[in-house]
């Protein structure tokens, strides 16, 4: 089955204490992201993938790291969480470019305490 | 700054009637304009608009673009009770110093409420 999955689905923290949220696809798509979606702000992009190896910035990129080394994998990394990290993430693909059906995963509510 | 604007934020109908949501830009390099349908999950693809004038239409629902005017329109027909969902509109809005685009600037999104 075609997916997109994120893990972990839920998780509770503590200020500072590193973190990462993986999100793993399998149909071969080139290009990944990661959305934050917070009441009464909507979707925001953190970070984006065209394809290994090549990742920029979305329009709030502070405070997160990400990585692609292989092109299943795009994990989200909080290095030292804060309070205003607190929000459900979501990670998608798409088989190329953002404008392609993007699949979402099912999201990672992530509270910091 | 590049902005997406959503209106109206919030909305309850009947079922059966028909619904116009708007979505208005201001972006710099401008590509494309999605919609997004969001109930109590993640987003799911419903349009993609790149040209002004031509309607995409799905059943029920159509789009179109004004790329004059920065706006766009979601309409939604003899509205059902599934149709309620939080309807989400991004614009693809630059390229990065690669050439390749990939960045997304959501609206905060109409909430969609069908009553029985």
């Known amino acids: 089955e075609a997916q997109v999955t994120q893990n972990p689905r839920y998780l509770i923290t503590v200020t500072g204490k590193k973190l990462t949220v993986t999100c793993s696809q399998n149909?071969?798509?080139?290009?990944m992201s990661w959305y934050r979606q917070d009441p009464g702000l909507g979707l925001r992009q953190i970070y984006y993938s065209m394809n290994v190896e090549v990742t920029d910035k979305g329009d709030v990129p502070e405070g997160y790291k990400v990585s692609r080394k292989e092109k299943r994998n795009f994990p989200l990394i909080l290095e030292s969480p804060s309070p205003n990290q607190t929000s459900l993430y979501f990670c998608?693909?798409?088989?190329?470019?953002?404008?392609?059906?993007?699949?979402f995963g099912p999201g990672t509510r992530l509270t910091v305490l | 700054e590049d902005k997406v604007v959503q209106s109206p934020l919030s909305l309850v109908v009947h079922e059966g009637d028909t619904v116009t949501l708007n979505c208005s830009y201001e972006v710099t390099n401008f590509r494309s304009l999605l919609w997004y349908k969001q109930e109590k999950k993640a987003p799911t693809f419903l349009f993609m608009l790149?040209?002004?004038?031509i309607e995409k239409k799905s059943g029920r629902l159509s789009s179109i673009l004004d790329k004059k005017e920065l706006f766009s329109i979601l309409n939604i027909t003899a509205t059902q009770t599934g149709d309620s969902a939080v309807y989400l509109c991004a614009v693809e809005a630059r390229a990065n110093y690669g050439g390749s685009q990939g960045n997304l600037i959501f609206g905060k999104g109409t909430k969609l409420s069908v009553k029985p």
């Open positions: 998608a693909s798409s088989l190329f470019r953002v404008t392609d059906t993007q699949y």
């Open positions: 149909m071969n798509h080139e290009y």
């Open positions: 790149t040209s002004s004038g």
